[in-house]
């Protein structure tokens, strides 16, 4: 039954009380056998009544060996957490370093997004609507902004340069007079809607103003669908 | 001392093995009997994550395909390529493209990087191979579900690392590889610009993710494949991703052994 630690321990007792040795070998036994048996329950509650009388109620118990938990009847003889003592200083020291643990975690999280981009900026002045012939699709903002302008008899628009279907960048085949994407396949006629290929509706158009010295005004951020009806909106084209 | 008590002179090796030098690596000393061999094996940091014991029939060739011991071997030798490589290699736009070119046409015995390349493409055919022999062979069953799932864990890991050694070269195949790669990014919900939920998510008129604050741009740096793009794939794919693989593949390894060791054929 017994572990080579828990005889060691005991060889003190052994040299100082051997009866003392006994009983409480003898609880241990009944531990495991306590509602079995009622002979032996009686024996326990002898033992108990036995020491109970050495500590005095309502005292903190001084025998370190009494605060053992035992099993049965209700006497885990622990000490109550008190109100004191339960925000401890280690308690505190925890919450202090998960607090500070999350708070790497959330500083991680947006050293992941940059303050300044050195990108093309969203919004740009493109010209005077002049600048643009009637009919011509202007390819030459396509490497920076990743617009097209396209200006037509009655109105000027600026399509995205992405494609519908995956992402890409189509380029403009003036003699097909077509978007044509390299990636997969895709068509897109000079209105931007789609005629061939996987993509499944047509180049998206941005918002597109005049600003007050006359230029082209052209704001990335927001974006124009033709399957919304969004292309009568007056925002997503220039009249001329 | 250097004879045993039949008075016979030892060998080199055997003196060796009762040396200091050895012991103090090897603290059980040369393994000489069954005893011996489980003692060097459970002692030593990188043998005990293998099971001590395995029945004969169960590694047959035919039974495991040596698919997993195969994976961890390409893994090992990617490791030590791709090393080499960083040597000669710079992630910026400016010399990328034209490092590769160099590591192909100039740097000596310039088929260390397709040593790289082809080991990439056969660790995930092995990684599939092994989970499809795992999956046959009921191997996922108890006690080795928790391992599956740490195994389903590598083999995203394994793509994770094809897929952002991908834009490394800067080439056109690779650019449009990740823009349309993660562009799929774009679609997760709630955290992607265009994903669902992702416009519930405002405060008022401000849309708290748009194209400049979603997932998409958390892994590009920015808003298209780009300089940013190109640093952060090089450095998920040499330190974030393998740190994160080896500390899955050690447990998916130690789990071998505590689950049983190797499922036996039936």
Not at chain 1, 217 to 230: H, L
């Amino acid at each position: 039954m017994m572990f080579p630690m828990d005889k060691h321990k005991n060889i003190p007792n052994d040299v100082n009380n051997t009866e003392e040795n006994e009983q409480s070998s003898r609880q241990t036994d009944e531990i495991s056998s306590d509602s079995a048996n009622p002979q032996m329950d009686s024996v326990d509650e002898q033992n108990l009544d036995s020491k109970k009388p050495e500590v005095p109620k309502g005292e903190p118990e001084k025998n370190p060996s009494q605060k053992r938990a035992s099993i049965g009847k209700g006497s885990i003889l622990v000490e109550p957490i008190k109100r004191r003592s339960f925000f401890s200083w280690l308690t505190l020291a925890w919450l202090a370093f998960t607090a500070a643990t999350g708070t790497f975690f959330g500083i991680m999280l947006r050293f992941m997004f940059p303050n300044v981009l050195f990108e093309p900026k969203q919004t740009f002045k493109a010209g005077y609507p002049d600048d643009y012939s009637v009919g011509d699709v202007t390819t030459s903002l396509k490497e920076k902004y990743g617009v097209w302008i396209v200006r037509t008899t009655e109105e000027i628009y600026a399509l995205s340069t992405v494609c519908t279907h995956l992402g890409c960048t189509p380029n403009w085949l003036k003699n097909e007079n077509k978007f044509k994407c390299p990636c997969h396949g895709s068509g897109f006629r000079k209105t931007g809607i789609n005629f061939e290929g996987p993509a499944p509706r047509p180049l998206e158009r941005f918002k597109i103003a005049l600003a007050n010295d006359g230029q082209i005004f052209i704001d990335k951020t927001k974006k124009y669908a033709y399957e919304k009806g969004q292309w009568s909106d007056p925002e997503s084209f220039l009249r001329v | 001392m250097a004879k045993d008590q039949k008075g016979k002179k030892r060998g080199f090796i055997s003196r060796f093995g009762d040396s200091q030098v050895w012991k103090s690596i090897i603290r059980t000393g040369i393994p000489r009997n069954r005893r011996g061999r489980m003692f060097s094996v459970l002692n030593s940091v990188f043998l005990h994550l293998h099971p001590v014991r395995m029945p004969r029939h169960a590694v047959r060739l035919k039974y495991t395909w040596c698919a997993g011991g195969l994976s961890f071997y390409i893994f090992c030798v990617l490791t030590i390529t791709g090393i080499l490589l960083m040597f000669y290699y710079r992630p910026t736009v400016e010399y990328a493209y034209t490092d590769i070119m160099d590591l192909s046409e100039q740097v000596p015995l310039g088929i260390m990087r397709e040593i790289h390349r082809w080991a990439a493409h056969l660790m995930v055919i092995t990684v599939w191979i092994h989970m499809f022999r795992v999956f046959m062979t009921g191997s996922y069953k108890p006690p080795r579900e928790f391992n599956w799932m740490v195994g389903v864990i590598l083999l995203v890991l394994t793509l994770l690392l094809s897929f952002t050694g991908y834009l490394l070269p800067w080439d056109q195949l690779a650019i449009w590889a990740i823009t349309v790669g993660t562009n799929m990014a774009r679609a997760t919900p709630f955290l992607g610009h265009e994903g669902p939920g992702a416009a519930l998510l405002s405060i008022g008129d401000i849309n708290l993710v748009h194209s400049g604050s979603d997932v998409r741009f958390a892994l590009l740096g920015g808003r298209f494949v780009g300089e940013a793009a190109l640093l952060r794939f090089y450095v998920l794919h040499c330190i974030g991703f393998p740190f994160i693989i080896i500390i899955f593949m050690a447990i998916h390894f130690w789990r071998i052994r505590k689950d049983g060791g190797i499922t036996t054929p039936l």
